[in-house]
Every structure is written in C-alpha cells, then in structure tokens.
C-alpha cells in the first residue's frame, strides 16, 4: 500500500488559510499513485477550542461541509481514499425535541468521492468534552476496498478513567483483525514551546514510545500478517497547546514493529510511504 500523511500546522478558526496550507503541502509533495491519505483530527479548524460557543462557527453537517467537500475533491484528484478530522454537528430535528449533538469525528471517502465512513471519537481528551459528546458507537472497523480490514480512532484512544492495561482500542484492532490501523491526531508534546521547536526534524520519540505503549498486545499477538499502523499527527503551536507532530507509518507483526516512515515534531510536510518496500528501521 502507497500511504500518506499530510502533517501541517493549522490554526485555531483560520479554516480558509488551514485549507491553503494542506493543499500546499499537497501541491509541493505531488504524490502519484496514493491509495490512502490520512490527515489530523479536526484538521481545518483547528484544535484547541475552549468552549461550544468557541467551536460553533467551525461546526460542520454531518459528511457535508467543508472538510467532506476538500476530501471528496482531494480523493477525486489523487484517486485514493481520504480521511480527515472534522467537527460535527448532527441534524437531529427529526428527533424533535431532541437536543443538539456535536462530535469530534473523522470523515472517509473513497475513490470515487463517495462517503465510507464517519466515525466519531470514543473516548474523549478533556479538551472534547468542553463541546463535544462521546461518539456511542465505540470504535470504528469495517472493510474499504483496496485497503482491507480497518481499524479506526481519533488521537490515540484511552479512557484516562481506566487501567492503563485495559487497552480498549488494541484489543479492537485484534477482535476486528484488523490489517490497517488509522489514528487521526492532535497529540500535545509535553515539552515546552521553546525546546520543542530547537529541533523540528526531529520525531518526539517520547510520544512515539507512548503511541506504542498503547499497543502493546498488538506487538504481542500472533497474527497472520502485519498490521499497517498510521500515525497522522498535526505539528504547531496553538495558544498553550504544542503538538507532537512524528507522524508515522509502521508495520507490526510478531513482534517486531517496522518503521516505513516517520516526520519529524516540526515537519510541515507529506509523509509518503510504500509498504511493500522495505522499512526504514526497526524498534522492537
């Protein structure tokens, strides 16, 4: 598989120059032959919203805004399968009197443009919970032509209320057996502004250790195949948040994890990788 990550910097409420920069990491890069491109968790509007009322004017219909509308385009011109992070808010006035209901969720379009997906976070970072409700259908799996069995979460789901060992997402990916595991992100760093932008080649390896942490009994499983892992992380700075970038693209498999392509914190860039070549290193 030809996988990409786009990994940008967009800013909170700036949707029209958020657009501008993807489509310019996407015109400098001119990726041939994608099967599947991966972007950040609400990846126009921005992250770090404070309230409902901060987010509301970046709300977006269900699979029919303005992110819906750049995947469909995008996936039309690349001819792959395109997923990226949005804010939603659901038309529930078929349910009258029901009340509203917003969600941080992720929209997938396949080649032709058509929608496949539209998976709403599960377990929620405090920064979600100040507008949005729990997505109830717990993670997403399903089968998408020419990508296979496919596992889904937004940021890197865990339930900060619950063991550490619980491993909810990890044991999704096994039950639904899973060969392709896509992770929408806006994963904070825990260094400080100044120190993290000192070295922006180079990959937070404490959050990519984390990331990893999360998955341990999938390194550990006997599976039948590798399991294609795409970390898709945004980088940049909003307000107090300063976000991890690293986003990477690895294969697991008796455990051994391989690394096919990995950004650095810093990285405004395309991460393109084909995993039928041969990985860039190993970790474990």
Known sequence: MRIACLQFAPQVGDVDNNMNRA?????????????LLVLPELAFSGYNFKSLQHISPYLEPTASGITSLWARTTAL???????????????????????????????????????????????????????????????????????????????????????????????????????LVILSMAWLTREDARSYSRSPKDPDMETLSYWLGRLEPVIRAETQGEIIVVFANRTGIEDDAVYAGTSAILGIHDGEVKVYGILGRGEKELLIVDTNKKPQAKLV
Not at 23 to 35: F, W
């Open 77 to 179: 011109k690349y001819d792959c399968v395109v997923t990226a992070g949005y804010p939603e808010k659901v038309d529930v006035s078929v349910k009258w009197p029901a009340s509203p209901e917003y969600y941080n969720s992720a929209i997938t379009v396949n080649r032709e443009g058509e929608t496949i997906a539209n998976y709403r976070k599960s377990f929620l970072y405090y920064t979600d919970e100040t507008w949005a409700l729990e997505g109830p259908e717990g993670f997403y799996h399903g089968h998408m032509d020419g990508l296979g069995n496919v596992a889904m979460g937004i940021c890197n789901p865990y339930k900060f209320e619950a063991p550490w060992t619980a491993w909810e997402f990890a044991y999704h990916v096994l039950h639904t057996e899973a060969n």
């Open 23 to 35: 489509d310019a990491v996407l015109s400098k890069a001119d990726p041939k032959n994608l099967d």
